[in-house]
T-cell receptor
Framework: DQQVKQNSPSLSVQEGRISILNCDYT??????FLWYKKYPAEGPTFLIS?????DKNEDGRFTVFLNKSAKHLSLHIVPSQPGDSAVYFC??????????FGTGTSLTVIP | DADVTQTPRNRITKTGKRIMLECSQT?????MYWYRQDPGLGLRLIYY???????NKGEISDGYSVSRQAQAKFSLSLESAIPNQTALYFC?????????????FGPGTRLTVL
């Protein structure tokens, strides 16, 4: 059973606007969460992470929010740029052992 | 040069054949992983290794085996390939857990089993 879910397979956003990608998880033991970005014909690359002791982590245009009570995290990209068009995966782990990945959301930023 | 390399990048094979996918890394990381990606299913962990003498099964290890020949090398084998093993395979590495580690992925191997 999928422990990490991304219910939106795709998202389209105008350039300059905010992109919000969502991720839900079922295992309350997860204590570390990451977002990866993947371009075609390449491996995923790390984008941003958050520990369960925090509810927000920011890195430039990227912010990850964690709501532990709802078992939900989201990635905000603002402002969105055409180069952000990619597939985004969220992942979760328990103390960095096995990582469980979501199914991915394909983001298209329209110029 | 890429830090995590995978060979081959593409492979087409027939049902019943033995296949080996290889992964090498120059990052000096102890931990290595094999994942497969299928449409609609994301990345799923096949096997992982925390050092040369440590091998662990992941979510979907049936039909696969691995070998950690050295710190820098981690191979994935399909002893008798079947069509539902057609997928994109990724190798990844990470450091020992420090509370904020990410994984570094190779470029992937596209495997087709006919």
């Amino acid at each position: 059973d999928q422990q990490v879910k991304q219910n939106s397979p795709s998202l389209s956003v105008q350039e300059g606007r905010i992109s919000i990608l969502n991720c839900d998880y079922t295992n309350s033991m997860f204590d570390y969460f990451l977002w990866y970005k993947k371009y075609p014909a390449e491996g995923p690359t790390f984008l941003i992470s958050i520990s369960s002791i925090k509810d927000k982590n920011e890195d430039g245009r990227f912010t990850v929010f964690l709501n532990k009570s709802a078992k939900h995290l989201s990635l905000h990209i603002v402002p969105s740029q055409p180069g952000d068009s990619a597939v985004y995966f969220c992942a979760a782990s328990i103390t960095g052992n096995q990582f469980y990945f979501g199914t991915g959301t394909s983001l298209t930023v329209i110029p | 040069d890429a830090d995590v390399t995978q060979t081959p990048r593409n492979r087409i094979t027939k049902t019943g054949k033995r296949i080996m996918l290889e992964c090498s890394q120059t990052k000096g990381h102890d931990r290595m992983y094999w994942y497969r990606q299928d449409p609609g299913l994301g990345l799923r962990l096949i096997y992982y290794s925390f050092d040369v003498k440590d091998i662990n099964k992941g979510e979907i290890s049936d039909g696969y085996s691995v070998s950690r020949q050295a710190q820098a090398k981690f191979s994935l084998s399909l002893e008798s390939a079947i069509p539902n093993q057609t997928a994109l395979y990724f190798c990844a590495t990470s450091e020992m857990w420090t509370g904020h580690n990410e994984q570094f992925f190779g470029p992937g191997t596209r495997l087709t089993v006919l």
